[in-house]
T-cell receptor
C-alpha cells in the first residue's frame, strides 16, 4: 500500500543512453513533482505537474522530459545521459489546496549512476 | 526569491540530550516553512510545517519548531535525542501564493552518540 512508488530503485547505465524512471501515487493527489538530490544531498525541484499540466519547469536541460499519462503517474525520461546526471531522483505528490497547505509526500528515490 | 540556510551541516548530540537544528529563511513576506527528515536510503518524510497562526509547531517523533519572524528563523528542537533520530534533516521554504515549489536547505546530518 505504498503511497508514492518509484521504479527502478537503482539504475546504473552508460553515458549516452536514454532511460526512464517511473512514479506512481495512489493517494488521489492532483499534483506530482520531480526533485533531484545531488551527491552533497542538495535537493532541487525539477518539474511539477498539476492535473496533467506542467506548472513548474525549472532550468533543467531539455534532455529531461516529464511525461504524465494520467494524474496518478509522472514519469521522467532522460535522453543522452551524462556523468553529471548521476544523482538521486525523488518523486513527490500533494493534494489540491482548497482547504489549506498540503504536505508533499515523497517516494523512496531512484539512485541513478551514469558511468 | 526565497531561500533557506541551515547552519551546521553536521550536528552530534548524546542520547538524551537536547537536539537543536538551525534554519533561517530569507523572504520578502513570511513564507510557509517545513522540516523534513530523510533516513538512509529513504525518501523524505514531513516532520512538521508552519503555515499560519500558531508560531510553535509540534510535529511527529517529539519534534517541534518555533517560527520567529523577528529572527527569520524556524529552528527544530527535540528535548531528548534518541538513537533512532539519527538522520538527515532538511528545512524547506515555500512562497505564499499559488506556486507549490519547495526550496530546500542544504541539510543537517544529525548523529546521536550513545
Amino acid at each position: 500500500d505504498t503511497a508514492v512508488s518509484q521504479t527502478p530503485k537503482y539504475l546504473v547505465t552508460q553515458m549516452g543512453n536514454d532511460k526512464s524512471i517511473k512514479c506512481e501515487q495512489n493517494l488521489g493527489h492532483d499534483t506530482m513533482y520531480w526533485y533531484k538530490q545531488d551527491s552533497k544531498k542538495f535537493l532541487k525541484i525539477m518539474f511539477s505537474y498539476n492535473n496533467k499540466e506542467l506548472i513548474i519547469n525549472e532550468t533543467v536541460p531539455n534532455r529531461f522530459s516529464p511525461k504524465s499519462p494520467d494524474k496518478a503517474h509522472l514519469n521522467l525520461h532522460i535522453n543522452s545521459l551524462e556523468l553529471g546526471d548521476s544523482a538521486v531522483y525523488f518523486c513527490a505528490s500533494s493534494q489540491d489546496e482548497k482547504l489549506g497547505i498540503e504536505t508533499q509526500y515523497f517516494g523512496p528515490g531512484t539512485r541513478l549512476l551514469v558511468l | 526569491a526565497q531561500s533557506v540556510t541551515q547552519l551546521g551541516s553536521h550536528v552530534s548530540v548524546s542520547e538524551g540530550a537536547l537536539v537543536l537544528l538551525r534554519c533561517n529563511y530569507s523572504s520578502s513576506v513570511p513564507p510557509y516553512l517545513f522540516w523534513y527528515v530523510q533516513y538512509p536510503n529513504q525518501g523524505l518524510q514531513l516532520l512538521l510545517k508552519y503555515t499560519s497562526a500558531a508560531t510553535l509547531v509540534k510535529g511527529i517523533n517529539g519534534f517541534e519548531a518555533e517560527f520567529k519572524k523577528s529572527e527569520t528563523s524556524f529552528h527544530l528542537t527535540k528535548p531528548s535525542a534518541h538513537m533512532s533520530d539519527a538522520a538527515e534533516y532538511f528545512c524547506a521554504v515555500r512562497r505564499r501564493g499559488s506556486a507549490r515549489q519547495l526550496t530546500f536547505g542544504s541539510g543537517t546530518q544529525l548523529t546521536v552518540l550513545p
